[in-house]
Structures are given as structure tokens and as C-alpha cells.
């Protein structure tokens, strides 16, 4: 009977190629799962994008018009400034008439966030060298209370020293010097100051 042991070496020789070959699907293996993961990786968002909103070019910005700031009054009555595009004006008096009757327009409007009376007139403004000088309708010191009274005239005064915040602002009513202000019996110093508005009336 002939020995049937098989070739050590050939037996070997099997093993080595199959480790080869296990090895060789490892790494492709490997590599695959690395190539997937960095894709996936890569896909995701960024946390917290920020969002740029694109600027318009074609809508252009008016060259007749200028900005200008309204004083209105917030839910505490304190005064705050919006902005608003005005058409432009020839010197300051005009500007600040245009200010001011954009301003009792709104009060016109709407009582929300202003305490100046809807029938409030301008009857006159001039810029002199004392200051700036107001003229308003009767309207102006009618209704309201304290609060009321001061967030008007607060309201005035800073209006009219938009251009200049340490202008002197001397106040008329029909013409004659404003002392009193409403039934409130609220005194006005002339010429009021936003610095004096502050010491006096602050809430």
C-alpha cells in the first residue's frame, strides 16, 4: 500500500495564498468602509449656517431724499428715535420744518408711541442764533396727564435739536412763550435744553 501523506510544502504554500487573499479583502474592506465614512462625513451641514440675505443691486437709493429721525415714545414713555427718508431740502429750516411736520403727521395718524395730540399744528419754525425757535397750535397743551405731558414735550425738544443735540429750543404756544404745561401745571424752563429736558423730567 503507497503513502498517501500530502507534501508538507505544497500544504504551505496553500495556507500562505490564503492568507494573501484574506488580507488583500481586509484592506479593501477597510478602505471602502474609511471611503463611506469621510463621504458621509463631508455631507453633513455645518452646525448653526449662517444665513446671508443677498443685497439687491438693481433697487437703487433715491438721490432726492435724506434721513432724518422722529422721537417717538416706547410702552415706558421714554423717548426713542426712528429713522425715516424725507425728501431733501434746500438748507436746516427746512429740514428740520419738513422733521417736524413728519412728526405731527404721525401723531395724525396714530396715537400709538407719541403723546403729542392729533390736532397739533406747526405754525411756524425758525433757526436763530439763541436757538431754534417753535411756534405750535393750542392742541399741543390739551389732554393727558403728567406722563403724557412730559413725553410730548420730550418729544419736541429732541426733534428739534436732531440736527444739533445741544441747541437751545425756545417753545410757543399761538404765539405766546410756553411757562405752563397743561393742567398738570408742568413748569418749562425757556430755553429748554435736552440736557435740562433730563434733569427735570427723567422718569
Known sequence: MSDQNPNPFSSSKNLVIAATAILAMGT????????SLDKAINQQPPDNPVVVEPVDPTIPIPEDTQQTQLYLLDENLEIVPTTI?????ENEQAFLTNTFESLL????????????????????????EDGIHLDLSSEFNTGG???SMIGR?????YTATTLDQNAPVW??????????????????????????YMLNFAF
Open 28 to 35: 479593501i474592506g477597510a478602505w471602502f468602509a474609511y471611503t
Open 85 to 89: 427718508q424725507m425728501p431733501k431740502t
Open 105 to 128: 403727521k404721525l401723531s395724525q395718524e396714530t396715537s400709538n408711541n407719541t403723546a403729542i395730540p392729533q390736532d397739533t399744528e406747526l405754525l411756524n419754525l425758525n433757526i436763530q
Open 145 to 147: 396727564g403728567s406722563a
Open 153 to 157: 414735550l420730550g418729544q419736541v425738544i
Open 171 to 196: 417753545i410757543s404756544i399761538e404765539g405766546e412763550p410756553l411757562e405752563v404745561l397743561g393742567g398738570e401745571g408742568l413748569i418749562v424752563d425757556q430755553p429748554m435744553t435736552r440736557e435740562l
